[in-house]
C-alpha cells in the first residue's frame, strides 16, 4: 500500500521502464505496508491476442462514473471508453467512444454510498469497460493498477487530488464570462464586440482569438492586414476592462525564413518519422512539422517562445489541436510508429505510447514560459488535449460540440464526469461550436452555461454572429439575466475554485454528492450542484431526482419570483449561508469583497455557516499568507438574526466593511438594509 486508502498492484515481470514515469500520478509512489488480505478488489493481470489487460470485479452493486471527456451519460455502468486521445468533430468518431482526452480512470459508488476508485496507470492506446467485472486494456505493455478505498465520494475525490494533483487557483478573471469565435477579425471588429458588451450592459470579462489572428495561420505571428498592432489592441481591450486570450496550436509551418521553423529545425527539435527524418503532416498551415515534446530542449525551446509572445499584451493561451490533430494523418493524427526522443527520465519510445500525453506535455511548456513572460501573474491556458492529472496545468472544454438541444444534454453529464475525473475547470462551447441555435437555446444554454465552471460561448466559421444581442430581445434579455448571476455568485464560485485548488473538490457536483446513500439520485444527470450548498434545476430538466432535507428558492436581484423565465431553478441549502457581491458588475475588475450580500438560509435549530474566501484576484502573494478566509454563522432567536464573523486564516487584512443579510425563508427572501460588517444583529 502507499498511504491509506490506496493499493497499488503490479503485474508478474513488470518493466517499469515501458509505462514510467507515471503521467498520471504527481509524485512516485512509495510502499508503506502490504495489503490487506481482506482488501475488497483486487485487480487479474493477464495478456490476451498480445494486449495486457487487467480485470477487476467487486461485490454487490456499483453505480460507476469517471472516465474523464465522455459523451453520453453521467452513469457509466455497461459502457466502453477508447483511450486515444481524437480530434472528434461533434463526437461522430467511434460513437463518441473516444474524444479529445484519455482519462483511464474509474470511480465505483456502492449502496452504501462507500466508494472505490480504479486509475490504469499507462499512456498506450486502450479500453476502459465499465461493467462487472470492470476490464482495462492497453496496446501496450502490462501495467501497474491503483486502487482507492474511502467511504464517500468526497473523500474519493481527495484522495484522487492527492495522487493526481490539483488545479492552481486561477486569476479571477478566469471566472467571468468568455466570448470566442473562429474568428473575430479584423482588430476593428474585436473592438466593436468588446463595446457592445459594454453597452449593452452584458457582463464579460474575456474576448478570444481564434487562429485567424496569424500570418498564413503561423502560430506566434499576427496578421499584418487584420492585427497590426496586437499591443495596441490589447491595451485598447484592457481600457475596456477585457483580458484577451489567443490560440498557439503545435504544428509548425515548413516554410523557409519562418524564424520558428528555422530556429526548431536547427535545434533538432522535431518529432521523427520512422526513417528518423522530421514527420511532416498537413494542418491550418499546410505541411507542418511537429514540437517532440518528449525532450527536456524542446520544450524549454517552446516555452522561451512565450515571452515576445506575451509581451504584447496577451493575458491567456489557448492549445488546440494537441491530440495532435493531422489533416492527412492515419485516423485524424500522427503515425503510431513515429519516433519521440525523450530525455531525463523519459524514455524514446513511439508515438503510441506518447500520443495520449502530447497535449499534456505541450500545455507544461507553454505553462512554463508564460509564467516566465508574467512572473507576476497567473497563468491561465485552456487545452483541448488532456490526460488524467492535466488539471495541473491547464483548464479545458469538451470541444467541437452542435448547437442542438442533444448537444446541451449532454454537456451537464460531460462536465460532471470531468469533475469526477480530477478536472475541476470545464464547460462546453455555449450554445454549440457548429451550427446555428435559435434564440430559445442559445436563451436556455446561457442560462445553464452561468453556472458551469468554465463559462465561454463559442462559434463555427461561417455562423452568424452570437453575441448575446444578436439574437433578439428575450434571448438578450435571458442572457443578460444568466451573466448577472453568474456575477452575483463570484465570491461563492471563487471560494470554491479556492476549495478546489485545496483538496480537489469538483466546482460542478452530481446531486448524488448530498446525500451518496440515496441510490435514485445516482442517474440523475440534469440537475446538478455547485459547490455543498447550491442545487441548479434547469428548465430542460424532466422529473429530475433531487436530494432530501431542506431546500428553499434563492430569487437573484432584479429577478421576478413566478415571472416566465429560461433561467434555471436555483435552491439554497438549508443552514448555509452563501456569499453574492454587493453590488451589479461588469467585469471582475469592479469586484471588491469589502461590500458582500449574505443569504442566510437556517436549518431546523435555527442555525446556518458559510465561508468565503478572498485575496487580489492576480498573481501569488496569497501562497505567502495574503489572503483572508472568513466564516460567518448565523442564528436566529425571538425573531433576531445574529451573524458574526471569524477569521479563519490569511493575512490580507482586508476586511469586509458592510454586509446586507437576506433571510431565505419558504415565503422568499427578506432583506436587511446595508450594515457596518462583517457582524451584525437583525430584527426579522
Not at 128 to 157: C, H, K, W, Y
Not at 603 to 609: F, G, H, L, Y
Amino acid at each position: 500500500m502507499s498511504g491509506d486508502g490506496v493499493g497499488v498492484f503490479y503485474p508478474a515481470g513488470f518493466d517499469s521502464s515501458r509505462t514510467l514515469p507515471s503521467f498520471a500520478i504527481q509524485h512516485p509512489l512509495l510502499p508503506q505496508q502490504a495489503i490487506p488480505a481482506d482488501w475488497a478488489l483486487k485487480p487479474v493481470f493477464s495478456l490476451q491476442e498480445g494486449k495486457a489487460v487487467v480485470t477487476i470485479s467487486y461485490q454487490g452493486r456499483a453505480d460507476l462514473y469517471g472516465n474523464g471527456e465522455v459523451s453520453g451519460p453521467l452513469r457509466r455502468n455497461e459502457t466502453t471508453v477508447q483511450l486515444w486521445n481524437t480530434d472528434n468533430y461533434a463526437y461522430g468518431k467511434a460513437n463518441g467512444e473516444r474524444l479529445y482526452q484519455s482519462h483511464p480512470w474509474i470511480m465505483g459508488v456502492r449502496e452504501d454510498g462507500s466508494c472505490f476508485g480504479i486509475i490504469a496507470d499507462h499512456t498506450w492506446k486502450g479500453t476502459v469497460q465499465a461493467g462487472n467485472p470492470i476490464v482495462f486494456t492497453a496496446d501496450g505493455p502490462p501495467f501497474r493498477v491503483i486502487i482507492l478505498e474511502q467511504p464517500d465520494p468526497a473523500s474519493l475525490m481527495k484522495a484522487l487530488a492527492r495522487l493526481t494533483g490539483t488545479i492552481e487557483l486561477p486569476p479571477l478573471w478566469a471566472l467571468g464570462y468568455h466570448q470566442s469565435r473562429y474568428s473575430y477579425y479584423p482588430d476593428t471588429k474585436l473592438l466593436q464586440i468588446a463595446r457592445g458588451f459594454r453597452q449593452h450592459r452584458m457582463p464579460a470579462d474575456v474576448l478570444w482569438l481564434d487562429i485567424d489572428y496569424m500570418q498564413q495561420y503561423k502560430i506566434f505571428t499576427f496578421d499584418p492586414a487584420y492585427y497590426p498592432d496586437p499591443r495596441k489592441t490589447n491595451d485598447s481591450l484592457h481600457a475596456l476592462d477585457f483580458r484577451t486570450v489567443y490560440m498557439i496550436d503545435p504544428g509548425v509551418k515548413k516554410e523557409k525564413g519562418y524564424a520558428v521553423y528555422e530556429s526548431g529545425s536547427r535545434d533538432d527539435h522535431w518529432v521523427l518519422n520512422k526513417e528518423g527524418k522530421p514527420y511532416i503532416g498537413k494542418v491550418w498551415p499546410g505541411d507542418c512539422v511537429f514540437p517532440d515534446f518528449t525532450r527536456p530542449a524542446t520544450r524549454a525551446w517552446w516555452s522561451s517562445l512565450y515571452r515576445d509572445f506575451m509581451a504584447k499584451g496577451i493575458d491567456g493561451v489557448w492549445n488546440d489541436m494537441n491530440e495532435p490533430a493531422v489533416f492527412d494523418g492515419p485516423d485524424g493524427t500522427m503515425p503510431e510508429d513515429n519516433i519521440h526522443r525523450g530525455g531525463e527520465g523519459l524514455p524514446q519510445d513511439l508515438h503510441h505510447r506518447y500520443h495520449n500525453v502530447y497535449g499534456m506535455l505541450m500545455v507544461m511548456a507553454s505553462r512554463d514560459g508564460i509564467v516566465k513572460a508574467n512572473p507576476g501573474k497567473r497563468p491561465f491556458i485552456l487545452s483541448r488535449a488532456s490526460f488524467l492529472g492535466g488539471q495541473r496545468y491547464a483548464a479545458t472544454w469538451t470541444g467541437d460540440n452542435l448547437s442542438t438541444w442533444q448537444h446541451l444534454k449532454l454537456a451537464t453529464p460531460m462536465v460532471l464526469n470531468l469533475g469526477l475525473s480530477g478536472q475541476p475547470f470545464s464547460g462546453p462551447d455555449v450554445a454549440g461550436f457548429s451550427g446555428e441555435p435559435d434564440p430559445v437555446l442559445y436563451a436556455h444554454w446561457m442560462s445553464v452555461g452561468a453556472f458551469y465552471p468554465f463559462f465561454r460561448g463559442h462559434a463555427s466559421k461561417n455562423t452568424k454572429y452570437r453575441e448575446p444581442w444578436e439574437l433578439g430581445a428575450m434571448a438578450e434579455t435571458e442572457s443578460r439575466k444568466a451573466l448577472n448571476r453568474r456575477y452575483q455568485l463570484l465570491p461563492y464560485l471563487y471560494t470554491l475554485f479556492r476549495e478546489s485548488s485545496l483538496t480537489g473538490m469538483p466546482v460542478m457536483r452530481p446531486v448524488f454528492f448530498a446525500d451518496p446513500t440515496d441510490t435514485l439520485l445516482r442517474r440523475e444527470q440534469e440537475a446538478f450542484m455547485l459547490g455543498s450548498n447550491l442545487l441548479i434545476v434547469p428548465k430542460t430538466a424532466r422529473d429530475p431526482h433531487l436530494p432530501s432535507g431542506k431546500w428553499l428558492p434563492l430569487v437573484f436581484k432584479d429577478e421576478q419570483p413566478g415571472k416566465e423565465t429560461v433561467q434555471p431553478d436555483v435552491y439554497i441549502k438549508g443552514g448555509t449561508i452563501v456569499p453574492l457581491t454587493g453590488r451589479q458588475l461588469q467585469s471582475t475588475v469592479a469586484y471588491h469583497a469589502d461590500s458582500l450580500v449574505l443569504l442566510v438560509c437556517p436549518d431546523s435549530d435555527s442555525r446556518a455557516e458559510g465561508m468565503v474566501y478572498t485575496d487580489a484576484g492576480e498573481g501569488y502573494a496569497y501562497q505567502q499568507g495574503s489572503y483572508e478566509e472568513t466564516r460567518f454563522t448565523a442564528r436566529i432567536r425571538n425573531r433576531q438574526l445574529t451573524i458574526t464573523a471569524r477569521h479563519q486564516s490569511g493575512n490580507w487584512q482586508k476586511s469586509i466593511r458592510f454586509i446586507k443579510v437576506g433571510l431565505v425563508t419558504d415565503k422568499g427572501i427578506r432583506y436587511s438594509a446595508w450594515l457596518k460588517g462583517p457582524a451584525a444583529t437583525i430584527n426579522f
